[in-house]
């Protein structure tokens, strides 16, 4: 069955940068486009960037174009995303989440980060 | 960016109440090609966020048919129809017309 197992909870510094990771399953990797999106504590969701697998082309939320990297490694099925120069305002759960034909329908378990010195 | 606003932000229902959780956009989400492309999600407490509806009214696999979906243009309506102890959680609807796709606020939905 389709899953996206993402990688475990961070605790890094202020000025810091992180990079998680996305292993797809049970799919074609090449075939989805992945998601990620940012769930602040308590809060609602906000939509970071996508990537697509096949091309490595990439879309970006202006909002996170300077603090998000967002790459795929085909041979391993595996989506990241590195967020640089971290914030408290950073500290959050992170999601991926495949995109099909009726949406994101298969999320990752999400990851969270928390930013402290 | 386009705002989504969704009411109420909490709801109180008892087993087999059936319910509406409202979601109204700042802009059309019909785009030039006929398109709607309004979601609506359940996230359980500790879970992952879930598809439930996907363009405006068709239920996701597995999604039982209580809730449904509906509306258009600005308007769109997310109904349960005889509320079950499996879910409670917070209801959010996503649009993915506009650039950068957004999301509502979220409606939580409590169980009396």
């Known amino acids: 069955q389709v899953k996206l197992l993402q990688s475990g909870a961070a605790l890094v510094k202020p000025g810091d940068s992180v990079k998680m990771s996305c292993k797809a399953s049970?799919?074609?990797?090449?075939?989805?486009?992945i998601h990620w999106v940012k769930q602040s504590h308590g809060k609602s969701l906000e939509w970071i960037g996508y990537?697509?697998?096949?091309?490595?082309?990439?879309n970006y939320n202006e909002k996170f174009k300077s603090k998000a990297t967002l790459t795929v490694d085909k041979s391993s099925s595996t989506a990241y995303m590195e967020f640089s120069r971290l914030t408290s305002e950073d500290s959050a759960i992170y999601y991926c989440?495949?995109?099909?034909?009726?949406?994101?329908?298969?999320w990752g378990q999400g990851v969270m980060v928390t930013v402290s010195s | 960016d386009v705002v989504l606003t969704q009411t109420p932000s909490t709801l109180s229902a008892t087993i087999g109440q059936s319910v509406s959780i409202s979601c109204r956009s700042s802009?059309?989400?019909?785009?030039?090609?006929?398109?709607?492309?309004l979601y609506w999600y359940l996230q359980r407490p500790g879970q992952s966020p879930q598809l439930l509806i996907y363009?405006?009214?068709n239920l996701g696999s597995g999604v039982p048919n209580r809730f449904s979906g509906s509306g258009s243009g600005t308007d769109f309506t997310l109904k349960i129809s005889g509320v079950e102890a499996e879910d409670l959680g917070v209801y959010y609807c996503?649009?993915?017309?506009?650039?950068?796709?957004?999301f509502g606020s979220g409606t939580k939905l409590e169980i009396k």
């Open positions: 989440a495949r995109v099909g034909i009726k949406g994101f329908d298969y």
């Open positions: 049970g799919y074609t990797f090449t075939d989805y486009i």
């Open positions: 990537i697509n697998p096949y091309s490595g082309g990439t």
């Open positions: 802009q059309s989400l019909l785009d030039s090609a006929g398109n709607t492309y």
């Open positions: 363009l405006v009214s």
């Open positions: 996503m649009q993915a017309t506009h650039a950068p796709l957004t």
